[in-house]
């Protein structure tokens, strides 16, 4: 008996399963809302252990000959203090979402996947449907309206691979990115109703005048085509054990984007869905006990992981705790590797 498994949704964690299960020989459905190749509101950082599960899936090599390139070094700013380039304690992997999804997507079909797009799944999460639909939507949390931008750009001298720019209302990180371009993303939060940001985009993504971010986009050629936005974005870390689904990815739970860590714990995640959904597909184990299991092993790989990452994402976002951050993690070796290691 071979049962078949349902993907709700064809990003990073839906496709990378999607990848393993069909691997496996599991015959395998994606509905994916959107269509490829699409640009994604993402820093393009790949940082952390979701390196590993990519190699483990026979998909890091592929993802290096797309073009991926390696980030080494990181320097961060606020308008009053700076830490100049330091070396990331382990590289990280930059390649844009339009060709990493769409590249995803082309393998699980060539690996007989069956992808359904431009159809949004409007079922019930019953036995064999796996929830990979992205971050769950909260308009406020705490009175702030939270919102992530994103545009490709040309002309951007940098000091460092990636250099994140902190401000009053959020933080910029400018990452390198194969042939050329420059990620420019930023999450931003509001007090107020959000603004229409297809029209004010570069007033958030372009720091204020005087600001070192500024300077970096002063001669910036923007490629408006790349540009996206999206709001409603919760970090609230989310416990697996409790969910009424099988759940992988940001539906699982979304790690605050300063860590760069989001992508890896999709590969991550969908790496650790293969042994129960495979068990489950060959008729060795219900869709309870399947569930229970993985839910079990993601709590394990991501509890401490998402609270440090929320520690880190409020520390930042308190002007005087991250005056101290900065100020420290320009000096200490031992805190700088502590908080990476914490969150990756
Ligand atoms: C501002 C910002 C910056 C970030 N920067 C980084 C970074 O530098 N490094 C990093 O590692 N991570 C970063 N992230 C996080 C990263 O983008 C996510 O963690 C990652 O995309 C999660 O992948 P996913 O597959 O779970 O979700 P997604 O990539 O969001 O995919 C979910 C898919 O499901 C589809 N879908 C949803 N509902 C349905 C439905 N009902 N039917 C069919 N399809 C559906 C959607 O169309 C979408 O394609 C950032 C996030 C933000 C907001």
């Known amino acids: 008996m071979v ?21 496996r ?8 809302a959107g269509q490829y190749p699409r640009h994604r509101v993402c820093g393009e950082f790949i940082s952390g252990r979701g390196q590993g599960s990519l190699h483990r ?22 308008p009053t203090a700076t830490v100049a380039a330091r070396p990331l304690p382990e590289a990280a992997l930059c390649v844009s979402r339009f060709t990493l999804d769409h590249w995803l997507a082309q393998e699980f079909q060539r690996l007989g996947g069956d992808l359904q797009t431009g159809e949004r799944w409007a079922g019930e999460y ?25 545009v490709h750009a040309r ?26 371009e420059t990620n420019v993303c930023g999450l931003f939060r509001s007090a107020v109703a959000i603004p229409d940001l297809a029209l004010r985009w570069r007033e958030w ?7 070192v971010l500024h300077t970096r986009l002063a001669h910036a050629r923007f ?41 890896s714990m999709a590969f991550e995640s969908a790496e650790l869905a293969i042994p129960p959904l495979l068990r489950f597909s060959r008729g060795e184990l219900d869709w309870l006990p399947a569930r229970q299991q993985l839910a079990q092993t993601c709590d394990a790989a ?38 990476f290691e914490h969150t990756r």
């Open 223 to 263: 490629e408006e085509a790349s540009f996206c936005s999206i709001a409603g974005i919760s970090l609230r870390a989310r416990q697996a054990l409790g969910q009424p689904e099988v759940c992988v990815g940001d539906s699982l739970s979304m790690i605050p984007p300063v860590t760069g860590n989001g992508m």
């Open 302 to 339: 991501f509890t401490s992981r998402l609270r440090w990452a929320a520690w880190l994402q409020r520390a930042l976002f308190h002007p005087p705790t991250r005056a101290v951050l900065m100020f420290l993690g320009a000096r200490s070796d031992m805190l700088w590797r502590g908080l």
């Open 126 to 150: 019953g036995e064999g449907i796996v929830r990979a639909s992205g971050r769950r939507v909260e308009p406020a949390a705490g009175g702030w309206r939270l919102f992530g931008l994103k």
């Open 205 to 211: 993504l372009g720091g204020s005048a005087g600001s």
């Open 57 to 78: 899936l026979g998909l890091l090599d592929g993802l290096k000959t797309l073009g991926a390139c390696a980030a080494t070094s990181a320097a961060f700013f606020t």
């Open 25 to 32: 020989g599991v015959p395998v459905t994606v509905w994916e």
């Open 155 to 180: 002309d951007i001298r940098l000091t460092a691979d990636l250099e994140m720019h902190f401000g009053p209302a959020g933080y910029v990180g400018l990452c390198r990115l194969p042939s050329g």
């Open 3 to 23: 049962r078949p498994i349902t993907i709700v949704g064809g990003g990073l964690a839906g496709l990378t399963l999607g990848i393993g299960l069909r691997q």
